[in-house]
């Protein structure tokens, strides 16, 4: 009797071990993926206003394999209300710190049309990241670089890869923009 109670609490404790360990790694898995989310739905908004200006050179999206810029008109305007509705300049990029050390993924905003009267604004998206990579579409492929084009010329859709520490699968993710809606796309071949 002592020995089949025994056996059934080591069977208990070990299922209980293993259960604990399997829930603590979704959550994990769970945080990082929504970590992964929440930069693709940052990008994902600024991209949803991006806008070109024929002739203006300043204003041309620039894409790269690690950063984007572009000119949006997704800024929040309910952070400023008076006349700051305005387009702002919006940068993607990977900043280390001064000692080599941690690495950030972020967010700047400018405003070149108003000058030196609002400052330029910088938001950390995340420190939690591995590797952010921006690829975009032609209509025929994925490329690593978005420049020397056109300055009308945009993407038909820039496309979001978020690796995260630890080796976890890229949270990836697709942004059409909305400028590029009604060109003719080219057959694959």
């Known amino acids: ?7 059934l609490a080591f069977a208990v404790s070990g299922a209980l071990f293993h259960g604990i360990r399997t829930w603590e ?5 769970q945080e990082t993926s929504q970590e992964g989310r929440t930069i693709f739905s ?11 200006m024929e002739g203006n050179e300043a204003d041309q999206f620039i894409g790269q ?3 984007l810029e572009f000119v949006s008109t997704a800024y929040p305007m309910e952070l400023f209300p008076g006349p700051c509705q305005d387009l702002c300049r919006v940068s993607y990029v990977t900043v280390s710190d001064p000692d ?11 405003f070149p049309s108003f000058g030196e009267e609002i400052p330029d604004e910088e ?18 492929s994925w490329l690593e670089e978005w420049r020397d084009r056109a ?15 630890g080796g976890v699968s890229p949270f990836q993710g697709a942004v ?11 057959e694959v071949e």
């Open 1 to 7: 009797m002592t020995v089949s109670v025994a056996v």
């Open 25 to 29: 790694r979704g959550r994990q898995l």
């Open 42 to 52: 940052a990008i994902a908004r600024d991209l949803r206003g991006v806008l070109v």
């Open 65 to 67: 394999k690690e950063t």
């Open 100 to 110: 080599g050390g941690n690495r950030r993924f972020v967010r700047r905003i400018s």
């Open 123 to 140: 938001e950390t998206l995340s420190s939690a990241f591995q590797e952010i990579i921006f690829e975009y579409s032609d209509g025929v």
């Open 151 to 165: 300055v009308e010329d945009l993407p038909l859709a820039v496309r979001v890869s978020v690796t995260l520490p």
């Open 176 to 186: 059409a923009l909305p400028t590029s809606w009604g060109k003719p796309i080219r």
